[in-house]
């Protein structure tokens, strides 16, 4: 078992947002959560990505828990263990293609990431194009791009919010492919939030939040 969660609490100044989610995600396969807007989808992701704490519950990973993590533990266990692809894509104009993916190697320790930087591009479609600035890029390109910097340390865990939703469906469909392929190949435990049921479709469970808490769906 890769990722596990236990009865996951949270709750802002006079909101329940999750009231006691439970989860359990294998390496290699896709969790796909769908729900409406509000329902605490991207509070859930940021808890299970350690961006915040949970009032309560159990997240473990590969049998460590993180839950109780200091700051600072859970920094440096998010920047090597965890991968984020979200729908803004999140790069930064001011480097190349390339410098946007060797960031994570940086922050998770990688002394020479440049190797799996260059075969991830090649695996994207990419290959060449490491020099570019991400401003020349499509909006498919880009989000291949920080599927690429997401990867690059090969996550235990990958993160997706809503990652097709500024792309059309021809390119949505392909980027949602290699997320995929990808994180399958490397035996990621792949947790997707998204409205599309299409895009749902492609997981290997569906499940739905609502109530505070997850639902399975067909």
């Known amino acids: 078992m890769r990722l596990e969660v236990l009865g996951l609490k ?16 294998a390496a290699g396969e896709v969790v796909a ?39 600072a533990a859970a920094a440096g266990h998010r920047a090597r263990r965890i991968g ?19 960031m994570s190697a940086r922050t998770a320790g990688i002394v020479d990431g440049g190797p799996r930087a ?15 600035s991400v401003t020349t890029l499509s909006g498919g390109e880009r989000q291949r791009v920080a599927l690429c910097r997401a990867l690059l340390p090969r996550p235990a865990l990958l993160l997706a919010d809503e ?12 980027v949602l492919g290699l997320l995929l392929d990808l994180a399958r190949a ?4 792949v947790v997707l939030v998204t409205h ?4 749902a479709a492609r997981a290997d469970r569906r499940l739905e939040l609502a109530q505070g808490r997850l639902h399975q769906r067909g």
């Open 10 to 25: 949270k709750s802002y100044p006079g909101l329940e947002v999750l009231t006691g989610v439970d989860l359990a995600v």
């Open 84 to 102: 984020f692809v979200f729908q803004a894509f999140h790069l930064l104009p001011e480097f190349t293609v390339r410098e946007n993916i060797l």
């Open 196 to 199: 599309d049921p299409l895009v």
């Open 118 to 132: 260059d075969d991830l591009l090649a695996r994207v479609g990419l290959a060449g194009r490491g020099s570019q």
């Open 33 to 71: 959560i769908r729900g409406q807007s509000g329902t605490g989808k991207s509070t859930l992701l940021h808890c299970l990505g350690l961006l915040d704490r949970a009032d309560a519950g159990v997240i473990r990973l590969d049998g460590q828990d993180l839950a109780g993590l200091t700051s």
């Open 163 to 174: 990652p097709t939703g500024n792309l059309d469906p021809a390119t949505a469909e392909t």
């Open 186 to 189: 490397d035996g990621a435990a």
